[in-house]
């Protein structure tokens, strides 16, 4: 039990990576790295007491650094898209990395998931907070944006994300985690098999560049109906356009909320008998089903990695929100406290 730094190698200007490792008292452990404020690794027991890593990662930050897929990453200052890589705000309009199909991604080139974050450690409280001062214009952005990223792992074996920032001018705050996983273990194979519940009625129905178009479709009669518990692979192959649109599932789901901490989802594997549930105050939830991840992608234990070989349940205002006036408004004023939190809780 406890808190425990390492080396987690060197980025290419000669920058050196901390690993930080906590372990609960009950034998579950994970780790964290400043690169990205990333997590790396979760180490929870199955129904029999065996350990395993249910998290995709990779050996060292080097790795990090080279690949796609925002493995693990805390990503900001917005996560997801944004359409045309623009957006107004107080009448002025902004414009930001134009990285995928003329749309921005997860913030642009150099979002915070490619940051060396500043690290303190709460042993008695078994959390680790990474800092960052995002300077007014950073990634296009307005505003001098301070935020943290705190993870603390609980005795009841949870791991709990939370995101503050404040902001000296009106901006977009819209923070995310991008963590893949797979609750056989993360060099397990496919995740088909996973059984998946969601609290959603409905999606935000995308174009074929993954921009929100602002209509909510319902999920009843939909491969997107989550509300009773199915394998993740049931439907992911039905003709059906918004499946067509993202590869399988990446799409936003407009979660039954209002607005407190509560249950949103959750994933058990059949074999392992894992079960992770998520907690979150946020308005949406991504799922992505690794639709594009490739072979070319060796991660921990030199595994590579394939399409569909972990999920991911990002919280989030829904994408491109701030281009959608029915949409929760991801913008944040000055002065104001961004405060969200999300919990990921295995058993």
């Not at 979760?42 to 493995?71: E, R, S």
């Not at 509300?227 to 399988?248: A, H, S, W, Y």
């Not at 907690?279 to 690794?290: I, K, P, S």
């Not at 029915?326 to 406290?337: H, M, R, Y």
Request: proline share 3%; with cysteine.
């Amino acid at each position: 039990m406890g808190i425990k730094i390492s080396r987690f190698g060197k980025l290419s200007d000669g920058r050196e990576a901390k690993l930080i490792t906590l372990a609960n008292k009950n034998g579950m452990t994970i780790e964290v790295t400043d690169y990205g404020a990333t997590l790396v690794s979760v180490v929870t027991a199955d129904k029999n007491g065996k350990y395993a890593d249910v998290v995709l990662g990779y050996a060292d930050v080097t790795d990090y650094a080279k690949n796609g897929g925002y493995f693990g990453a805390t990503i900001g200052r917005c996560g997801n898209r944004i359409g045309g890589a623009a957006f107004t705000i107080n009448g002025k309009e902004y414009q930001i990395d134009k990285n995928e199909n003329g749309n921005s991604l997860h913030s642009g080139f150099k979002g915070y998931d490619k940051i060396i974050w500043d690290t303190q450690v709460d042993e008695e409280n078994l959390t680790v907070t990474f800092s960052h001062h995002s300077p007014d214009m950073e990634q296009g952005f307005p505003g001098n944006f301070d935020v943290t990223v705190a993870y603390t792992l609980t005795e009841d074996n949870a791991v709990k994300i939370t995101y503050d920032g404040k902001t000296d001018r009106d901006t977009i705050a819209n923070m995310t985690n991008h963590s893949y996983f797979n609750l056989e273990g993360h060099d397990s194979g496919s995740i088909l098999d996973h059984i998946l519940w969601i609290d959603a009625d409905g999606i935000t129905a995308v174009d074929a560049e993954s921009i929100p178009t602002g209509e909510i479709l319902p999920v009843e009669g939909t491969p997107f109906d989550f509300r009773t518990e199915k394998p993740v692979g049931r439907d992911i192959e039905q003709d059906n356009e918004q499946l067509r649109m993202g590869g399988g599932y990446d799409h936003n789901f407009a979660l039954n909320t209002d607005g407190s901490l509560k249950k949103i989802a959750q994933v058990k594997a059949p074999v392992s008998g894992r079960v992770m549930e998520v907690f979150t105050d946020c308005v949406g939830v991504q799922l992505y089903t690794g639709n594009f991840i490739e072979k070319t992608q060796i991660g921990k234990d030199g595994k590579a990695y394939d399409k569909r070989c972990g999920l991911c349940l990002e919280t989030q205002f829904y994408p491109d929100a701030v281009n959608h006036e029915n949409f929760a408004s991801p913008v944040l004023k000055a002065g104001e406290t961004y405060h969200t939190e999300t919990i990921y809780r295995f058993s």
